[in-house]
């Protein structure tokens, strides 16, 4: 489990790898909020590249970066998730939100 921050402009983008489930969504939370914390980007990108397994954990994490985000001001955008990654997060709604 890991994640690596870019800056991009306005951007912060974040570069997560490994298994998101309930043993690491903690992990993941607690690195992705203290660097947007520090940064307070307009925009939060989640690149879900390096993912190989994401349970409902996963969902968890993108809806708490989302309200987060909205507290803020600031947009979310999920990119390059594996497609049964991505099907899930469909499923679950997350379409609605409008972040990918």
């Given at each position: 489990m890991s994640v690596v921050f870019e800056k991009k402009d306005d951007a912060l983008v974040a570069l997560l790898s490994g298994e998101i489930d309930h043993h690491t969504a903690t992990e993941f939370r607690e690195s992705i909020d203290?660097?947007?914390e520090m940064l307070r980007p307009a925009l939060l990108v989640l690149d879900f590249g390096g993912i190989g397994?994401?349970?409902?954990s996963g969902i968890g994490l993108i809806m708490?970066?989302?309200?987060?985000?909205?507290?803020?001001?600031?947009?979310?955008?999920?990119?390059n998730a594996p497609p049964m990654i991505e099907r899930m997060m469909k499923l679950a709604g997350l379409g609605?939100?409008?972040v990918f």
């Open positions: 203290c660097e947007f397994f994401m349970d409902s708490g970066r989302y309200r987060k985000a909205a507290e803020c001001g600031c947009r979310i955008r999920v990119v609605r939100l409008d």
